[in-house]
């Protein structure tokens, strides 16, 4: 059976630009910090599996069960009882020196007595085929929405594939993950808190609330009042919250209670969650269980709390705080793999063995100095997996880490699947995504005999057959959306509206200068209060179309676009914001090769990347509020174009047609400010356009606009123009 599913997986080698461009238009990204820079950048995907026989995922299964078990027990009982260490089991300055342990959290039993509702476990597979736990990671474990993503677009480029080859299926992971969320829930929405769009995972959050239904949320949408956490909609409403998928560390979630420099931690927390009215998943303090030197303990811990022998294994370790482990580590530093305990993400890490003398001392002499702060692991030679080169095109070994995903509800379930991460350079043991690293799907098989799958399928089904994430996804209404995301949507129906028209206004004008000469452009120019005294027409178009460091550039207007689009993925969901991820991707693809004078017009396939989301906007089910928060943006920015260019007054029908049309949409309901300064700035050009009637017609929807105007809490006034690229057209 593995044989046949290594046979038919190469099918999708053929298939990996495909594959790869799909996952480029629904920005499949992962950020990396490079030189003091944030870096946006796809995560690298390739297309060979990694397949795991179904017998032997049942006995990982079963260990990452107990370890899990394992380790939610001792988070329960350091921060209660603490009879682990009283019995000596844990050494009591191991749990107290812990950079993870929070003294704040003590004494509390979080909702449902769960700490740990999402795991994520590394593991490594020897040559021998063993397998092996390098690490546990208990606080804000990521990377689950990459193999559910690249799976879903495997599915479709190849349906045949997954009906030939018996693969579990891992689309349940939104749904293990809601009912997890749902059991310790207190009372109210359940949100998923992002410290905001330049996080290295923030396309996970986003996907991730667009998939269970929950409310994406920033810091700045959230408020403690009573000891109750609150979500703020842009119209000033309270919606209590139940449930925080925290997607911070704990040192910035409150900054109350941790670190009081924080600014995208949420006031008052810590209070409520002290106080049993708000479940924090992963909980608060959960760091002391995933410190690199507790993981020594995890197996005394499984005996001491399950009573059972240890089913996984790990990787032996050394603790230079015991004197007999310290002398051992001094003296084989060569051979040994060393970790700084305070540091993740593949930090810290250093191979003794690419030491030279002198490094190898000073890193000794660090270790006697603070023994605590390391550990040292014999160096475990794991398998390599096949990767294509995208250099090349052909097959390359690369070690590969396995992370498997544990979800910790009213049962605990392992997903069936998992975040493969392979290293970018051939024979480099790190393969982290902060590192470089791509990633590859995960397959564990079904079993061979059918009666034995269907029994397991039927098992998992009936564990979450109560979770249905159609009235979640419901939710996401304008009565969830914030006053950014209400600021969003509008620019998003601005910039959009801005790169389309502007684009289709621009050809007619370039076409005039191939049959005459350059002063034809001019007038194109004044309409747009772009410079009109340019020296070098060529240097001009340039300028104009690709410079993203011109605000006035069609490609900043498409970037602007993008910006406010990438946050709204919960509310319009993946499928419709690829068409800006790829109207991006063009511009930036011609802004390589704008050298050639033929892809000049390859700028229409930007122009229909608009058309084509406007129509899955008006297309879709989204709710008709979102859609008029888009369309107003829309239609006020075209007639301030139309007016520019001193279109004939009868072109102006349609779009204001339009805005009424939307407008009545919202009949009732509060407005956000930026609909009264978008006509308000608009009414004051158009004297000087020569509009009397349009003056008229857009006086009557600022005097309606501004009956109903919201200015919203202080703390949002920040935020409601942060998109604004052109500070000349509010």
């Known amino acids: 059976m593995v044989e046949s599913a290594i046979n038919l997986a190469g099918e999708l080698v053929n298939r990996r630009e495909a594959i790869n461009r799909e996952l480029s238009r629904n920005g499949v990204r992962f950020g990396v910090y490079k030189n003091g820079e944030y870096h946006d950048r796809l995560f690298p995907y390739d297309p060979i599996p990694r397949i795991i026989e179904s017998d032997e995922f049942d006995r990982l299964e079963a260990g990452l069960k107990q370890r899990v078990n394992a380790l939610n027990a001792y988070l329960k009982d350091i921060y209660s009882d603490k009879r682990i260490i009283h019995d000596g089991v844990v050494p009591e300055e191991y749990v107290y020196t812990s950079a993870g342990y929070f003294p704040q959290v003590n004494g509390v039993t979080p909702p449902g007595g769960i700490f740990a509702h999402i795991a994520g476990e590394d593991l490594v597979q020897g040559e021998d085929g063993r397998w092996w736990v390098l690490e546990d990671n208990l606080r804000i474990p990521s990377g689950a929405s990459y193999p559910l993503f690249a799976r879903d677009i495997e599915r479709r480029t190849n349906p045949r594939l997954f009906r030939e080859v018996h693969v579990r299926d891992n689309r349940d992971y939104p749904r293990l993950l809601r009912k997890a969320m749902d059991f310790v829930s207190t009372e109210g929405i359940a949100v998923v808190l992002t410290p905001g769009r330049y996080n290295s995972a923030f396309f996970e959050h986003a996907y991730l609330a667009e998939k269970t239904g929950a409310a994406l949320a920033f810091p700045e949408d959230l408020e403690v009042v009573d000891n109750k956490l609150f979500f703020l909609d842009y119209a000033g409403n309270r919606h209590r919250v139940g449930a925080v998928y925290r997607r911070l560390s704990d040192e910035y979630l409150d900054p109350f209670a941790f670190n009081p420099d924080s600014v995208i931690g949420v006031p008052g927390l810590l209070s409520a969650y002290r106080s049993g009215n708000v479940a924090i998943i992963n909980a608060p303090g959960n760091g002391a269980a995933d410190d690199k030197a507790i993981y020594y303990f995890v197996p005394q811990m499984i005996k001491y709390y399950l009573g059972e022998e240890p089913i996984l294994h790990n990787a032996p370790t050394y603790m230079p705080m015991f004197e007999a482990d310290r002398k051992t580590v001094l003296d084989r530093m060569g051979e040994l793999v060393i970790k700084d305990v305070a540091e993740a993400g593949g930090y810290g890490v250093v191979f003794g063995s690419s030491l030279d003398h002198a490094a190898r001392e000073e890193l000794a002499d660090r270790i006697k100095a603070e023994p605590r702060r390391f550990i040292a692991q014999e160096v475990i030679q794991f398998r390599d997996i096949d990767v294509i080169d995208p250099e090349t095109g052909e097959s390359s070994p690369r070690k590969c880490d396995l992370r498997a995903f544990v979800v910790t509800g009213q049962n605990t379930h392992v997903w069936y699947s998992g975040l493969t991460r392979y290293s970018s350079v051939p024979g480099q ?258 004297p000087d356009r020569g509009y009397p009637e349009l003056t008229q017609r857009l006086q009557a929807f600022l005097d309606d606009f501004n009956a109903r105007t919201i200015t919203g809490d202080p703390k949002d006034t920040g935020l409601l123009s942060s998109m604004n690229m052109d500070a000349k057209r509010p």
């Not at 790190?430 to 079904?446: H, P």
């Not at 060529?538 to 990438?566: C, E, M, T, W």
């Not at 260019?645 to 956000?672: I, N, Q």
């Open 429 to 686: 043991m790190i393969v982290n995504s902060s590192q470089g690293g791509g990633f590859k799907d995960t397959w564990v098989l079904a079993p061979a005999d059918e009666s034995q799958a269907r029994e397991k399928t039927r098992q998992r089904e009936d564990s979450i057959a109560s979770v249905s994430l159609i009235p979640h996804s419901r939710r996401h209404t304008l009565s969830l959306v914030t006053a950014s995301k209400a600021d969003n949507l509008y620019w998003l129906g601005r910039y959009t509206e801005r790169a389309f028209t502007t684009l289709v206004q621009f050809f007619p004008f370039y076409d005039r200068v191939m049959d005459t000469d350059v002063d034809a452009f001019r007038p194109f120019a004044r309409a747009l209060d772009l410079p009109e005294d340019f020296a070098d027409f060529d240097g001009f178009i340039q300028s104009f179309l690709y410079d993203g460091d011109n605000p006035d550039s069609v490609r900043s207007a498409i970037v602007a676009a993008f910006r406010n689009a990438v946050v709204l993925r919960p509310e319009l969901s993946s499928r419709l914001l690829q068409y800006v991820e790829l109207a991006v991707t063009n511009i930036t693809e011609a802004a390589e090769r704008s050298a050639s004078a033929e892809d000049i017009y390859s700028q229409r396939d930007i122009a229909d990347d608009m058309l084509a989301f406007w129509g899955g906007i008006e297309n879709s089910t989204v709710d008709v509020t979102l859609k008029a928060f888009i369309f107003i943006g829309k239609y006020i920015e075209r007639l301030d174009l139309y007016t520019r260019f001193h279109l004939p007054k009868d072109e102006l029908d349609a779009p204001l047609v339009k805005l009424e049309t939307y407008s009545r949409a919202l009949d009732g309901k509060p407005l956000p400010q930026c609909f009264v300064s978008g006509i308000s700035w608009l009414l004051g050009q158009l």
